[in-house]
């Protein structure tokens, strides 16, 4: 289907509700305040309230949700399903909500595949509103000490949208029990064994409240009987383990093993649109950066390599991904409102492992992880900007891996130069 074939099936409002949305968003675009799809989005759905079902009619949608590894799943995905030849909407630099999805969607308005980053709250509104062919559910954890309430419900309403939607297959964590307590209300669910870095939040069955046993990745309550249930794909070290049993390196640029585990749940759902494994590997071997995530920028003779973590579970799958020693670590954490402005959750991480590296501290509440990694007998310099830190890692190695929180992250990365 071509996109002007597309584009006239919609009612006139809605046309013309993607018009000024699209040229709010080149107008942003323009002057410099972002990438345009939230306000382009925003204007669009005011002028025509269901823009977002319209649009997303007669096309096949995937959802990927979770706290960690969505913007990095959703790119995966969306190479996963090249080979299908066809036209792929997506929202690539992580605009999540109502407005990001409807964006995503106007920009791209004759491709019959979409796939989705969706913010973990709006899974409900957002299952209702596209009709999705895949649902995809990764992990659900605390994101910041604030938030921390919200994750029974949010995985209750979850249950609930899923439970509602029978012609959605859903394609979930079976490490995560949470997780899986919402995905088993769907009527076909594909379990995969995607791992669970981050446990804190999930020792209580999700069913009853009684305490789960733990024994390696399996799970079980003893009261209400509820299991993690047999998984059609597996990650096994650094080889993908498919329905059939048949073991294939994975083989990825993208590095650590949460990008390891997110590429399975990728050839899940490539396997629910028909496109064989050996092809979808192909591509996702091809991916080497998300969003400016994992790339490589170099800065006065400093190869520097930027990681994204945003909370608890995502630092802990971020030291797993540092390179090994000589190469300094600079790690910088601020706490404006997107980061949560409550930094107690430092103190959820185990820093121990850095013992015996070159360690940096930065970011505007580098006092606060100061204290954290004392507590943790871990050696650290404080630098106050990026320059700094490359100095003084070019005093080690020529090379410097950068952990940061969200702003943190943005900080650096408009500082390198925007990369994708
Ligand atoms: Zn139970």
Known sequence: MDSSAHRTRLPIRARLATTVGGAAATVSRLTGKGDGSVIGGVISLRLEPDLLSLLAANRQVVL?????????????????????????????????????????????????????????????????????????????????????????????????????????????????????????????????????????????????????????????????????????????????????????????ALPGRANRSNAVVALAVAEAFGVHMSYALRELRAVTSVAGRYTQVNRRGCEIRLLLAKNPAGWLEALDVVAPPPVPVLLSVNAQGPDGRDTSWLWDVDYR????????????????????????????????????????????????????NYTAFQQYRAVLGRTQ
């Open 353 to 404: 492992r850095l013992r015996g590296r070159h360690v940096l501290v930065g970011g505007e509440r580098k006092l606060d992880l100061a204290v954290r990694l004392e507590a943790d007998e871990v050696p650290f310099r404080l630098v106050n900007d990026i320059d700094e830190a490359v100095e003084a890692a070019r005093a080690v190695c020529p090379a410097l891996d950068v952990l940061a």
């Open 64 to 252: 990927v949700t979770g706290t960690n590894g969505k913007t990095t799943t959703t790119r995966l995905i969306t190479a996963a399903l090249t080979p299908l030849g066809q036209g792929i909407a997506s929202n690539i630099y992580g605009a999540n909500m109502e407005a990001g999805l409807t964006s995503a969607l106007s920009r791209a308005p004759g491709a019959p595949l979409a796939v989705l980053e969706t913010d973990e709250k709006y899974i409900p509104a957002m299952v209702k509103a596209t009709n999705p062919k895949v649902v995809v559910l990764l992990n659900l954890s605390r994101d910041q000490m604030d938030r921390a309430a919200e994750i029974w419900l949010l995985a209750r309403r979850w249950r609930e949208a899923l439970g509602a939607a029978p012609d959605c297959r859903v394609v979930a964590n079976a490490d995560d029990p949470l997780v899986t307590w919402a995905a088993s209300s769907a009527r076909q669910v594909t379990w995969v064994a995607a791992g669970q870095r981050w446990r804190e939040d999930s020792w209580c069955c999700p069913n009853c409240g009684s305490h789960l046993m733990r024994v390696g990745d399996d799970w079980a309550c003893r009261e209400c009987g509820g299991r993690r249930p047999p998984v059609s794909w597996e990650l096994d070290a650094e080889a993908v383990v498919d329905p059939s049993g048949r073991e294939t390196p994975l083989g990825l």
